[in-house]
């Protein structure tokens, strides 16, 4: 990849000329970034976040749902009537926002989100130059601190059963055993500033992709 990035900065890469769309790697040296944020290791390390983060996590994500709905089939029943009493003319194509409402589709694809662990790794942040307080803890400037979603979403005080496919446990307002909100530990799209930029998309298509092939067949 180096290699083609630095051929496509020279102008002896063209292979763009020749297709209708641009690419990540010419967006970003047309864009106006700085000169010096336009290296190949940063123009690497965007392409792949970019390809990493749409479309790996979706295509995982999506394949965690199909799978938990063909091996239960009573909770693809419930999905099924649901879709049916919402949708009953099966040639509208109902607009995501209204799809969104439905509870049982939701918290059908809330616990596949769950299930599929968009970043299994650590996921750490540094404060560069300020100490950090966490109760009777300093946590010195430059140190990673970090938590693994998969650890969350398995903690089975929070998630009893946690490696069951359960879409019920995001119905009505659920809490947790200490009465706090399940929401806050809901973690798949990581949490605070740099927290996932596609999280909205994501629901919104989901709900159109699962009532689609599960009500349609297609
Ligand atoms: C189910 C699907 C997805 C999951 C589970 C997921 C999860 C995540 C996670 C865990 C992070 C890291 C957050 C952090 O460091 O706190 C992240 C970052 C990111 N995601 Fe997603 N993601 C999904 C889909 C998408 C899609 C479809 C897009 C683009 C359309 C996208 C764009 C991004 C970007 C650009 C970042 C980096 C944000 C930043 O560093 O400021 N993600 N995602």
């Known amino acids: ?3 083609k990035i630095a051929n496509i900065i ?3 890469d063209q292979s763009h000329t020749e297709t209708q769309h641009p690419t990540i790697f010419h967006e970003l040296l047309e864009s106006n970034l700085p000169p010096h ?21 979706t295509a995982w994500t999506l394949t965690t749902i199909s799978f938990h709905l063909i091996n239960n089939p009573s909770i693809l029943h ?54 950090t307080r966490y109760k009777d803890f300093e946590i010195p400037a ?7 979603i998969v650890d969350v979403h398995h903690d089975e005080n929070i998630y009893p059963n946690s490696r069951a496919f359960i879409p019920e446990r995001w119905l009505g307002n659920p809490e947790t055993g200490n009465g ?15 927290s996932c930029l596609g999280v909205k998309y994501v629901y919104l298509h989901y709900c159109a992709m699962t009532e689609t092939v599960w009500m349609r067949g297609t």
Not at 37 to 57: V, Y
Not at 120 to 128: A, E, M
Not at 142 to 148: A, E, F, I, Q, R
Not at 180 to 194: D, E
């Open 78 to 131: 419930k999905l099924r009537s649901e879709l049916e009493a919402a949708i009953p003319d099966l040639t509208a194509r109902p607009d995501s926002r209204f799809l969104e409402k439905l509870p049982y589709l939701s918290a059908c694809i809330q616990e596949g989100i769950r299930l599929s662990y968009g970043v299994s790794s650590r996921n750490p942040r540094i404060s560069p130059d300020k100490t």
């Open 180 to 194: 706090a909100s399940l929401n806050r530990y809901f973690v798949a799209f990581g949490k605070g500033a740099r």
């Open 1 to 3: 990849m180096r290699i």
């Open 37 to 57: 944020e336009k290296s190949i290791d940063r123009l690497g390390d965007e392409a792949q976040l970019m390809i990493g983060a749409g479309l790996e996590t």
């Open 10 to 12: 020279s102008g002896k």
């Open 142 to 148: 430059g140190t990673p601190v970090s938590m693994t």
